[in-house]
């Protein structure tokens, strides 16, 4: 199994920066999964923001998001990061991350291990 811990959430101004990371610890190391970061908003479905391969190689976007957060992963250290810039109010949500062995996307339906989530607030 795999476990999953976010941290690196809490309150920014717009405009600002947060990193998120996202600590695996189990029997499997990180290395032969796909990440996701996913988010949801108070009243609003969930949402794929970012994910990356197993490889490293790829990643993929979410628009709302796109130029602005970089999702980035080190396996060594098993562990993968959310890097969130020129952050909006409209980025204001839970933020989980998930883990797959099935193929890569923004499906959330692909992730099979999930962190509990952590608050990322973006006001002035």
């Known amino acids: 199994q795999l476990q999953l811990v976010e941290s690196g959430g809490g309150v920014v101004q717009p405009g600002g920066s947060l990193r998120l990371s996202c600590v695996a610890s189990?029997?499997?190391?990180?290395?032969?999964?796909?990440i996701g970061w996913f988010r949801q908003a108070p009243g609003k479905e969930r949402e794929g923001v970012a994910c990356?391969?197993?490889?490293?190689?790829?990643?993929f976007y979410a628009d709302s998001v796109k130029g602005r957060f970089t999702i980035s992963r080190d396996d060594a250290k098993n562990t993968a990061f959310l890097h969130m810039n020129n952050l909006k109010p409209e980025d204001t949500a839970v933020y989980s991350c998930?883990?797959?062995?099935?193929?890569?996307?923004?499906?959330?339906?692909?992730?099979?291990?999930w962190g509990q989530g952590i608050q990322v607030t973006v006001s002035s």
């Open positions: 998930a883990a797959t062995d099935r193929g890569d996307g923004l499906d959330s339906s692909l992730y099979k291990y």
């Open positions: 189990g029997r499997f190391g990180l290395s032969s999964f796909a």
């Open positions: 990356i391969n197993s490889m490293g190689r790829s990643a």
